[in-house]
């Protein structure tokens, strides 16, 4: 017989409540971790004082630029594009088939949240295409451009040495070179939708290729193709991107 799960004696017992701890200690845990780490961090830049890099540090650019030195952005806009249009056309023709009772189940939701994801990325990396692009035709982000005696006689004076560079923002920009600009609001909502793809999509796919599928083999179940494709594509794509950004 099936619980009625609209009663009081359903919610309101032992089992409930440990979960309820659980995932308050988590919740807490966590909090506390961003707390520590990311509000002590915004609170140095206000005061002005020398900020140093950090694990937590999130430039503009790792949400756009591939891992592998001499790649493109383009190559990792076109892989997120078509990882998007996949997934969302996994995602629509599963809600036509099966309608949208499907939604309530964790894995259509974790299958979504993934598909927001590579849409985020896609026009985070044509934003990062467009910014690579103004670097190397040489018509700087800043548009801060030197007439040609400053330019020779700081381009001078930055061949001395590499630190000079570094330290002279004017340098920096006749070299071509740019100060990693830490990342925005997108930036950073970007990084923990990865985050939580991560572990979600992991989770989602061991337990039914582990789990639900041996006891369906047993029972002769037929998997379809649409089921087979929604628990395997979505962590090929994940990883593939894992491996060529710089989150």
Aim: aromatic residues 16%.
């Amino acid at each position: 017989m099936t619980s009625n799960t609209t009663s009081s004696v359903y919610w309101f017992n032992w089992r409930v409540l440990l979960c309820a701890i659980w995932v308050l200690i988590t919740a807490t845990f966590s909090f506390i971790l961003i707390w520590t780490y990311e509000a002590l961090r915004k609170s140095n830049q206000d005061n002005g004082e020398t900020q140093k890099e950090t694990a937590g540090s999130l430039h503009e650019d790792d949400t756009w630029r591939p891992s592998f030195k001499g790649i493109h952005p383009a190559w990792l806009l076109a892989f997120r594009l078509v990882a998007f249009f996949v997934l969302l056309t996994l995602l629509i023709v599963a809600t036509f088939v099966d309608g949208g009772s499907i939604f309530y189940y964790y894995t259509q939701w974790t299958f979504t949240l993934i598909t927001i994801y590579f849409g985020i990325g896609s026009v985070l990396s044509m934003h990062g295409c467009y910014l690579y692009h103004k670097r190397v035709s040489g018509d700087k982000v800043d548009n801060v451009e030197l007439d040609a005696e400053q330019g020779s006689y700081e381009g001078a004076v930055c061949e001395e040495t590499s630190n000079t560079a570094a330290k002279n923002p004017e340098c920096a920009q006749a070299q071509g070179l740019s100060a990693a600009q830490p990342a925005g609001t997108w930036g950073y909502v970007f990084q923990i939708i990865f985050q939580m793809n991560a572990g979600a999509v992991l989770l989602t796919d061991c337990v039914f290729w582990f789990i639900i599928v041996p006891f369906l083999e047993i029972k002769d179940y037929n998997l379809s193709v649409l089921a087979i494709n929604m628990h395997t594509i979505n962590a090929v794509f994940l990883l593939a991107d894992t491996a060529f950004n710089c989150l």
